[in-house]
T-cell receptor, first 113, second 114 residues
């Protein structure tokens, strides 16, 4: 079974540019989560999809962040325009239901310079 | 104060030592996860607990729901165990982790020296 795939693995962009991160969950996992870890801090929840619907986006820091999951398969997280404080590692995780554990992706390390 | 506290933050030990990492939480939970993150790597889920104890190889995880405390133990530690170990909880009430997401501790950075 393929795991959760994220790409790119690394991205370095200039402040003001746009970056799109992608997450491919495990096939059949309806639940998809985005998390972020900024330097020195704990991992923080960003949002949760159930299929293509946003179940909870209370963790999204501001309106520069836009997440989509068209068709309920892969998800994208766009940051536009990127700011320095957006630097960190963005993790995606998927789960078949809340009764089961999570499978995490390897993360995307975003550096905004 | 973070809702999930881990201790120690950093731990260096010699190969073969018995390792204990602790996690305390302040919210009601439906499940607690222990995760492992290697340098430059992704996150691997080690255990998901809601009660009692689980064992996998040299790893043992325990949880005491009444005391809101969990421990991760590593027996006969090895340099390849060096990683960041993260405790995360799924709370029964909204606590910033999203309705069904996780709230994370800051992690314990473990180094096992040969």
């Amino acid at each position: 079974e393929a795991g959760v795939t994220q790409f790119p693995s690394h991205s370095v962009i200039e402040k003001g540019q746009t970056v799109t991160l992608r997450c491919d969950p495990i096939s059949g996992h309806d639940n998809l989560y985005w998390y972020r870890r900024v330097m020195g801090k704990e991992i923080k929840f960003l949002l949760h999809f159930v299929k293509e619907s946003k179940q909870d986006e209370s963790g999204m820091p501001n309106n520069r962040f836009l997440a989509e999951r068209t068709g309920g398969t892969y998800s994208t997280l766009k940051v536009q325009p990127a700011e320095l404080e957006d630097s960190g590692v963005y993790f995606c995780a998927s789960s078949p239901s809340f009764l089961w554990g999570y499978t995490f992706g390897s993360g995307t390390r975003l550096t905004v310079v | 104060k973070n809702e999930v506290e881990q201790s120690p933050q950093n731990l260096t030990a010699q190969e073969g030592e018995f390792i204990t990492i602790n996690c305390s939480y302040s919210v009601g939970i439906s499940a607690l996860h222990w995760l492992q993150q290697h340098p430059g790597g992704g996150i691997v889920s080690l255990f998901m607990l809601s009660s009692g104890k689980k064992k996998h190889g040299r790893l043992i995880a325990t949880i005491n729901i009444q005391e809101k405390h969990s421990s991760l133990h590593i027996t006969a530690s090895h340099p390849r165990d060096s990683a960041v170990y993260i405790c995360a909880v799924r709370s029964t009430t909204y606590s910033g982790g999203g309705a069904d997401g996780l709230t994370f501790g800051k992690g314990t950075h473990l180094i096992i020296q040969p």
